[in-house]
């Protein structure tokens, strides 16, 4: 939703600047429409939101109000599912440590995708200990779909290892295979996700009987974005529909004839894909400077509001400006790092109090925002009749103090 310059300043005035802001209702509409575009080619499919990308309770909220899963990949992100009410059957645990959250999951029922060989043995050892209770796991399992680097994590599905872990699972009567976890990263087209559906399917056909209870391909979607950031990427944008179809076309294909019951439910795990555009974030302009013929706006927040991808691109935004007419001015922040670029060579109106509003903050922003130099500001939602409520307050020193000895 556009707001403007009116609605900002008095969003503002009343809850401080810098400032989040949630658009709920697109958010909404947009997890519904990735939702419903794969279940129109393979009905049994759900989502499981990923905490790590913006752990926003009152966004897990929705996401569980929606009916979507819980993706978490620590115990603290474990800890945030139950507090959010989530049960285990709908928490997935991911991630290379996962903590001693892990073995109440376990015994809540719950589904371990184990990361490493280690993480088997703990789990074996438990399973050897507790005879007569049943323990469920999934391996995560690295493939090759094609990416320029090498993934460290999951167990490798290329040489034996995999191969040995299957075995040694299928020896022990009390762990049960249920399924097998998957997650590329930095590999969003469309070609990787076509080769990464089909060598899962592969490796399910080599290693289950029977359909397991769930595929989960991880997530690495592009999010919708604005014509301004996608061309940065200088590659193809497929819309929902197009990724449905290569998976669910595949999908169908091998379990189409199976009722729904027998079928495996099929789980991605959208972060950045489905929280990146519902965030923007706005802040002021608190000085203008020139030295030696290069152009500095200091704002008053920092790259650590918005996240890296400010580093990595320039962020669609919105200067409301009446001042005069600037060029080449770099957005910097509040903190002591030359590298603290919010923005690049801006071109147009700008003067000292103007706001800014920067687009597509939604990940690894308020989440990752590091308590150097300032704490972090506030976060709103905003619905659409543009009612708005704090969904995160803004931080205190004393937040920031009281973990230390004074
Ligand atoms: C295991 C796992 N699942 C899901 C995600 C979220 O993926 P995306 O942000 O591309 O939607 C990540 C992100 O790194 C991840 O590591």
């Known amino acids: ?110 589904v371990i995708n184990v990361d490493n060989t280690e993480e088997l043995a703990i789990i074996v050892a438990h399973a050897n200990e507790n005879k007569e209770k049943t323990y469920k796991i999934a391996f995560r399992v690295n493939i090759n779909v094609g990416q320029n680097y090498i993934s460290r994590f999951g167990i490798d599905a290329d040489g034996s290892v995999l191969d040995e872990a299957v075995s040694q699972v299928k020896s022990i009567n009390n762990i049960q295979l249920v399924g097998l976890h998957c997650h590329i990263g930095r590999s969003r087209e469309i070609q990787s996700w076509e080769k990464r559906v089909k060598i899962m399917l592969s490796l399910v056909e080599k290693y289950f009987d029977s359909p397991p209870e769930f595929i989960n391909l991880g997530s690495g979607m592009y999010s919708k974005m604005e014509p301004t950031l996608a061309e940065q990427f200088g590659d193809y944008i497929p819309d929902y529909s197009e990724y449905s179809n290569v998976i669910g076309k595949e999908m169908i294909e091998k379990f189409g004839h199976l009722s729904y019951e027998q079928q495996p439910l099929l789980i991605t795990e959208p972060g950045t894909t489905v929280v990146s555009s519902y965030i923007t974030f706005i802040s002021k302009v608190l000085s203008i400077k020139n030295i030696k013929n290069k152009n500095f706006a200091v704002l008053d927040s920092s790259y650590g509001n918005i996240g890296d991808i400010c580093r990595l691109k320039q962020l669609p935004i919105t200067v409301f400006s009446e001042g005069a007419y600037h060029k080449n001015v770099d957005f910097v922040g509040y903190t002591c790092l030359e590298h603290d670029v919010m923005y690049r060579d801006f071109c147009g109106k700008l003067a000292a109090g103007d706001m800014i509003e920067f687009r597509n903050v939604g990940s690894y922003s308020n989440v990752f925002k590091p308590p150097f130099i300032a704490p972090n500001c506030a976060m709103i939602e905003i619905d659409e009749q543009q009612n708005t409520k704090l969904i995160k307050r803004k931080e205190t020193f004393d937040d920031i103090f009281q973990t230390y000895q004074f």
């Not at 009343?14 to 519904?32: A, T």
């Open 1 to 110: 939703m556009k707001l403007d310059q009116h609605i900002l300043t008095q969003l503002l005035n009343k809850y401080g600047s810098p400032l989040y802001i949630f658009h709920k209702s697109e958010f909404v509409k947009n997890y519904i429409e990735l939702l419903d575009s794969v279940r129109k080619i393979y009905p049994k499919y759900n989502i499981a939101y990923s905490y790590k990308t913006n752990y926003t309770p009152e966004i897990c909220k929705i996401v569980k109000d929606l009916g979507g899963f819980a993706e978490v990949v620590s115990e603290m992100e474990y800890e945030l599912a139950k507090k959010i009410g989530y049960m285990n059957d709908a928490i997935i645990y991911n991630g290379p440590v996962k903590g001693s959250g892990l073995f109440e999951h376990l015994e809540n029922g719950g």
